[in-house]
């Protein structure tokens, strides 16, 4: 009987808590290495902030250009605060890969490694989003003043569209780039475009033709509500 | 860019004239119909007010396709008794020639200077191609002031109908007499005298890649003279009547170009005009008169539409660099009815100087930014029509002061803003 006992209850015991006992150190390193990341991290964010506005980085990035880019992309932060952020969470990004290997266990490994590879991906993704998001803000600003100066009275609908085709391309591009549903998302993007395009199609030809007949007509006979303002 | 000057037939052409005293350049493009009188013009101009002296005619052209430097070339002054003429008179040469460069006014204008530089000429002018008020009297008052006078620099004056030269009125004549303290009424206008040492000074400048290479051109060719310290005055020439602008050519693009230029050159002479505190008159020849001027349609419907449309769509993109007080006020107007809408010039001169500092400060992308004043530019243009319909050039011109003051008395806010 007291064999039995020992086989069924103490011996699992003992295993579990010699098992524990090894892996304990693993886990408070781990911690360990976390924590000092995160601190690292904060520390890393304030000194290259404190560099970043001593060298004068925001007034370089204005000269450039880039920064009148971003904030026209919607970006109200400075770019040297973006940056020192960046800097902070990819230090404590890293730290926190490290103490995870350092637990050895097999399953995070081979997570860790397959998320590693795709990692370059993501990033390249999140390029392509950010990206498809300032060209899309400034296009659409561009089609809003043009299509203002133009006299177009759905000029803020042109500039929504304008944004939408190229935040949906650029979801495209970056969806592909990330291997999901490649296929599926490229053709989803064909049928929407194309759709959008047929759509506007038939709405200008249907409800256009008396403005396009209008139009021409000007054109051939001349206008007679026409401004002779000389500007210059 | 390739200088003209390498071309082949240019240098036979220049060898062949080694030196001049005086240079007029006509730049062109498809205005076959019109440059006919405008050289006629010129050369009976040189020899009746010039007859001593070696003159030469620059047609720089565009790649006109109608035929407009044939014209020039086949243009010559048949009876010089009609104009009074009996001594003899040295040859006019003639130079028509394709310029190189970005397409625009300003890229014809470096031919121009180019071949004055090589000619090592006293005294040149330019003329442009679609005139059709210009008379040989033209010539000698925008060259004598520099020939006999010792002025570097000659403005027009002319005598426009009041809805002609709009960007000059509202924004270009105040804006530039505000800030460097001369009052040249028409500092684009287009027509201008000036001494080949300009010419030469001028060419040392790099802008040619810019818009100054396009509609800039004029506001730079005056501002740089006057910043500069040139000896600048103005020169009477009578009635402005011209072929009017191909309606296809854009607005807000020509707005982009000149007041673009305009406030590129804010910050190359922002040392001289900050010094500056108020205006003075420059010297001004030719015998003034009143001339009879062409009506000129307004359709003023459509600019109080596209004014509300403006305001409609492009309001938020104001609000980063318009204040706020003025941003209401934009915003009443546009609810406003049409016999009540007005834009007063002390909130004329806010906007204009709050896109100035917007600019220099590079608070959005400079096309989008300049291209977006179109409609409160043609708002403008339609209180200013509903203000003055009535009014006679006098009145007009008074309309125009009270303006320019306002623009000189709101500098203060554009230094304060500046840095």
Same mark, same amino acid.
């Given at each position: 009987m007291d064999n039995f006992l020992e086989r069924v209850i103490i011996e699992p015991f003992d295993s579990l808590r010699e098992r524990l006992l090894q892996f304990l150190p693993d886990i408070l390193t781990s911690v360990l290495i976390f924590m000092a990341g995160i601190v690292l991290g904060v520390v890393l964010k304030f000194l290259f902030l404190r560099f970043f506005r001593a060298i004068n980085l925001d007034?370089?990035?204005?000269?450039?250009?880039?920064l009148e880019m971003m904030q026209k992309g919607g970006m109200k932060d400075r770019l040297s605060v973006i940056l020192a952020r960046v800097i902070g969470w990819v230090t404590i990004f890293g730290f926190l890969i490290l103490s995870l290997r350092s637990l050895n266990f097999p399953a995070v490994e081979r997570i860790l490694e397959s998320f590693l590879?795709?990692?370059?991906?993501?990033?390249?993704?999140?390029?392509?989003?950010?990206?498809?998001?300032?060209?899309?803000?400034?296009?659409?600003?561009?089609?809003?003043?043009?299509?203002?100066?133009?006299?177009?009275?759905?000029?803020?609908?042109?500039?929504?569209?304008?944004?939408?085709?190229?935040?949906?391309?650029?979801?495209?591009?970056?969806?592909?780039?990330?291997?999901?549903?490649?296929?599926?998302?490229?053709?989803?993007?064909?049928?929407?475009?194309?759709?959008?395009?047929?759509?506007?199609?038939?709405?200008?030809?249907?409800?256009?033709?008396?403005?396009?007949?209008?139009?021409?007509?000007?054109?051939?006979?001349?206008?007679?509500n026409k401004d002779e303002i000389n500007h210059l | 860019m390739d200088s003209i000057l390498l071309r082949p037939d240019i240098r036979d052409k220049l060898n062949e004239i080694t030196e001049a005293d005086i240079?007029?350049?006509?730049?062109?493009?498809?205005?076959?119909?019109?440059?006919?009188?405008?050289?006629?013009?010129?050369?009976?101009?040189?020899?009746?007010?010039?007859?001593?002296?070696?003159?030469?005619?620059?047609?720089?052209?565009?790649?006109?396709?109608?035929?407009?430097?044939?014209?020039?070339?086949?243009?010559?002054?048949?009876?010089?008794?009609?104009?009074?003429l009996h001594h003899?008179?040295?040859?006019?040469?003639?130079?028509?020639?394709?310029?190189?460069?970005?397409?625009?006014?300003?890229?014809?204008?470096?031919?121009?200077?180019?071949?004055?530089?090589?000619?090592?000429?006293?005294?040149?002018?330019?003329?442009?191609?679609?005139l059709r008020s210009i008379t040989p009297e033209w010539i000698e008052l925008l060259i004598k002031p520099v020939v006999e006078g010792g002025f570097d620099y000659v403005s027009p004056l002319y005598h426009r109908h009041k809805y002609d030269g @709009?960007?000059?009125?509202?924004?270009?004549?105040? /804006?530039?007499? %505000?800030?460097? *303290?001369?009052? +040249?009424?028409? !500092?684009?206008?287009?027509?201008?005298?000036?001494?080949g040492a300009l010419a030469k000074f001028y060419l040392t400048k790099d802008v040619w890649e810019t818009d100054v290479a396009r509609y800039g051109i004029d506001v730079w060719?005056? @501002?740089?003279?006057?910043?500069?310290?040139?000896? /600048?005055?103005? %020169?009477?020439? *009578?009635?402005? +009547?011209?072929? !009017?602008?191909?309606?296809?050519?854009?607005?807000?693009?020509?707005?982009?170009?000149?007041?673009?230029a305009t406030f590129d050159l804010m910050e190359t002479y922002y040392e001289t005009w900050k010094m500056i505190r108020e205006s003075e008159d420059v010297p001004t020849f030719g015998f003034q008169y009143a001339v009879g001027l062409e009506p000129v349609s307004v359709n003023l419907n459509r600019m109080v539409e596209k004014f509300r449309l403006g305001i409609k769509e492009l309001i938020d993109i104001w609000k980063v660099f318009i204040p706020g007080d003025i941003i209401a006020f934009l915003q009443k107007t546009g609810d406003s009815q049409k016999s009540e809408f007005r834009i007063p010039d002390e909130v004329w001169g806010k906007i204009v100087y709050s896109f100035a500092i917007a600019a220099h400060k590079k608070l959005l992308n400079k096309e989008h930014l300049l291209?977006?004043?179109?409609?409160?530019?043609?708002?403008?243009?339609?209180?200013?029509?509903?203000?003055?319909?009535?009014?006679?050039?006098?009145?007009?011109?008074?309309?125009?002061?009270?303006?320019?003051?306002n623009f000189e008395k709101g500098k203060k806010l554009l230094l304060d803003n500046w840095s």
């Open positions: 007034r370089l990035f204005e000269r450039s250009g880039l590879f795709y990692l370059p991906r993501v990033f390249i993704a999140a390029i392509i989003l950010f990206v498809g998001y300032v060209l899309g803000n400034f296009l659409s600003r561009a089609a809003l003043i043009a299509s203002v100066n133009a006299g177009f009275r759905m000029a803020g609908l042109i500039a929504k569209l304008v944004k939408l085709i190229i935040l949906l391309l650029s979801m495209t591009m970056a969806l592909e780039q990330l291997g999901i549903g490649r296929e599926t998302i490229i053709i989803a993007f064909a049928i929407i475009f194309g759709g959008v395009v047929f759509a506007l199609s038939l709405a200008f030809g249907l409800g256009g033709k008396d403005i396009a007949r209008e139009y021409l007509e000007k054109r051939m006979k001349g206008d007679d | 240079l007029v350049g006509i730049p062109s493009y498809n205005n076959a119909r019109t440059i006919g009188h405008v050289v006629r013009a010129v050369q009976a101009g040189m020899a009746k007010y010039f007859p001593d002296k070696k003159t030469v005619l620059v047609n720089s052209d565009g790649g006109s396709t109608d035929g407009t430097t044939d014209v020039v070339q086949a243009t010559a002054v048949e009876d010089f008794q009609s104009i009074l003899r008179v040295s040859p006019v040469f003639k130079i028509a020639t394709p310029y190189h460069g970005i397409p625009g006014k300003g890229s014809a204008f470096r031919t121009i200077f180019e071949i004055a530089g090589a000619l090592n000429v006293k005294a040149c002018a330019v003329v442009d191609s679609d @709009t960007i000059t009125n509202s924004i270009v004549y105040p /804006v530039t007499r %505000a800030l460097y *303290g001369k009052r +040249i009424r028409q !500092p684009i206008g287009g027509d201008f005298g000036f001494s060719m005056t @501002t740089t003279a006057v910043a500069n310290n040139f000896r /600048v005055c103005q %020169a009477f020439l *009578g009635a402005k +009547i011209h072929d !009017p602008k191909d309606p296809g050519s854009d607005l807000s693009a020509m707005l982009f170009q000149v007041v673009g291209k977006s004043l179109t409609p409160l530019y043609i708002g403008r243009v339609a209180s200013f029509v509903m203000e003055t319909w009535e009014s006679n050039a006098v009145e007009v011109e008074e309309k125009i002061e009270n303006l320019c003051n």
